[in-house]
């Protein structure tokens, strides 16, 4: 599993937990893209809201508008991401 979440990041699953990853940009010896992890997370529930708070850190509101306005964008953009893949009615 391989789940676009939007600018360069990613979820994958291993057996226990899901892992939201951002791609480097750069590729090892083989070809393969190179990832960081960025967090760990048990449930769905707990993606999307890692995801809000790793868009949310990335703001460059000066005022509480423009911080408003960022976090309506981004709780869409999440709402979007998981409608997409059926997680959200």
């Keep these: 599993m391989n789940v676009s979440l939007g600018k360069k990041l990613y979820l994958t ?3 226990y937990q899901y892992i939201i990853r951002k791609d480097t940009g750069n590729v090892d010896k083989e070809g393969k893209t190179i990832y960081n992890n960025l967090s760990y997370h048990g449930s769905l529930d707990r993606v999307a809201e890692a995801l809000y708070r790793l868009k949310i850190n990335e703001s460059t509101a000066q005022t ?12 869409a953009e ?9 997680l959200l009615k």
């Design 13 to 15: 699953r291993d057996t």
């Design 78 to 86: 999440i709402r979007e991401v998981f409608s997409l893949e059926g």
């Design 64 to 75: 509480i508008k423009e911080l408003r306005d960022d976090h309506n964008k981004i709780i």
